[in-house]
């Protein structure tokens, strides 16, 4: 079973950058999609960056001009640039792959903490 590990969460200042990292454990072939989503305590999940097979990203409003995503396809891998970070942006943050079209694969999530 593939897994996605995520790594980079913690705990930063406002105003302080990280930098969010998410591998498949193994190889994935024909993936469409690459994503983070966010959720914090008492609100539903939401949809924070993508970045598709062409290259197209989309961003939620509440991050443009301050995330960035990319990926590594040779490494399976997606990135999430987080700079000007603010306390909102507290939250477990999970990325996601999108296979086929249709078979999802989900990391286990990764706590990002921002301090006023």
């Known amino acids: 079973q593939v897994q996605l590990v995520e790594s980079g969460g913690g705990l930063v200042q406002a105003g302080g950058s990280l930098r969010l990292s998410c591998a498949a454990s193994?190889?994935?072939?024909?993936?469409?999609?690459m994503g983070w989503y966010r959720q914090a305590p008492g609100t539903q999940r939401e949809l924070v960056a993508r970045?598709?097979?062409?290259?197209?990203?989309n961003y939620a409003d509440s991050v443009k001009d301050r995330f960035t995503i990319s990926r590594d396809n040779a490494k399976n891998t997606v990135y999430l640039q987080m700079n000007s970070l603010k306390p909102e942006d507290t939250a477990v943050y999970y990325c996601?792959?999108?296979?086929?079209?249709?078979?999802?694969?989900w990391g286990q999530g990764t706590q990002v903490t921002v301090s006023s």
């Open positions: 970045i598709f097979s062409g290259g197209t990203t």
């Open positions: 996601k792959f999108i296979r086929g079209g249709r078979y999802e694969y």
């Open positions: 193994a190889p994935i072939f024909n993936i469409n999609a």
